[in-house]
């Protein structure tokens, strides 16, 4: 691994991979956007960037992907909750978008293919920790549905023996550049009116994130041995909504009252119980650093050191 | 159910389902752009056909779910075997098109969607007979890997109580007006050329079929009780090719010389073994009534007295 391209790489995920791939000797160029990449993000990756559409701009895309050996595929929707409103939108966005890479890469004889799937595949699972293994789940989310349609389409590349593909199925990600989900809409409403918080749900969904120092060097360390493979990742613990707002809180120095919408979960789609079994990736030689606690805490802080991200 | 929709009803499933819905009492209305499905094949249905196209048409699509209380979404890219020359064209026509024909459903209040899925989805199933809560397959065709992303769409469909979904996934399917695979390929050469066959692969692919009658049956017969559920529907045998080809021969009265392209698939994600597990589908009452033999024969036999088909 040597010439990477990253889509997505001015995104949160993707601009921590960026660093990080420039800091061990990749020469780093990212396809994004920008329509929630960030060009603050940018700053300090040194990164060859190119504006573009993975729907829209076809060729650019094909051009990008000269000399490239490994694609880190990041760019998607991953605005879980608001499917409903736009019900084609994962469609394109999470699965004709893949498809576009994945043809570009295979015809520009890119080799691996490293892809950014969701542990929302899961749905409502019915083992915890969920293994990669599980019988064919039930989709509860038009998201969920969409990565595991990119991965399918991804494994039919992998056996036609167009690309080496290595798929990652995600829990939650925080830390620094994070703009989206729990964290960042409990510190806006505190910024807002620091005395109260509403929570979606009865706050006790239970959920397992994952630090994106951990997710970055998954990425990069992990890789299929042969066409498809597929890993989880995340930490092997999980905490409540309740338990994250009470750290949120406790670093903003507030103690709001909580109210809640009601329900086991906090829209539809919305699963109470998120836990991955991660040994597999362990068994790869990864393993988690952060506890979701020290990720939260993370996450919150640079969100105040960067408030211009509210 | 009373009003029904069947996009593709003009195809080899969808006009033999028309015939049979109309000959139980329904009021049948037809949606297809007539790319594979024929004019001939609704001369006996009196149906409402609705010239239109899944993917341009939507507003039309829409004006046709009017009404309708069950949608059967047979329409589909159903050539498995040229997905590379095309690697667009199965999530375009297979998902994009099966969330077209889902949004305009749920929109104008459909109760009943039932949905064409494929034995394929397995890929290279390791359980035989395979059932349905196989272990999440590597897909290995784009076909497939289209197919399952669609049955994904639609479970998040049903999650949200926006339909009722029932997915069968299929064999592949024999009888009246079927005008592609192996069975007319055969024919065709045999055809031109009495004296010799060639066969792709070895001719050892063990693969389980169905007629179009016990299809159809299935079709109308079985329905989730609840959100989304999904059922195999195949005979309990296999055939080999070789087989069939000596089946189709014999119809036809030739002995030909068979050559083969050798290798133990015929094409790239073509599977040397399908077998479904078809017990669930027993459970409900269903079973098959025609073996392969007198399927493949009754094919032929069709075929010969329709050689316009050719």
Redesign the interface.
Known sequence: MRNVLITGGAGFIGSNLADQLVRIGCNVRIFDNFSTGRGEFLETSNADVRRGDLLGDVDELRSAMAGIDTVFHLAANADVRD??NN??RD??QN??AT?NV??AAAVEGVIDFVFSSTGSIY?EAEIFPTP???????????Y???K??A???L??YA??KKLRVTAFRFVSVLGPRYSHGHVIDFVRQLAKDPSKLHILGDGNQRKSYMHVEDCVRALIDIRSDS??DVFNLGTPEFSTVNSSARWIASVMGLDPDITYSGGDRGW??DNPLILLDVDKAKLAGWTTQRSIESSVKDTVKWILENDWIL
Chains 1, 2 share one sequence.
Do not use: R
Not at 132 to 142: M, R, Y
């Open positions: 499917g409903w019900p084609d469609a394109y699965v004709i498809l994945a043809n749905g990669e293994n599980v019988a064919i789940p039930t989709q509860t989310s038009l969920g549905a969409s595991i349609a991965e399918g389409f494994a039919a056996h036609a066409g498809f539809i789609g």
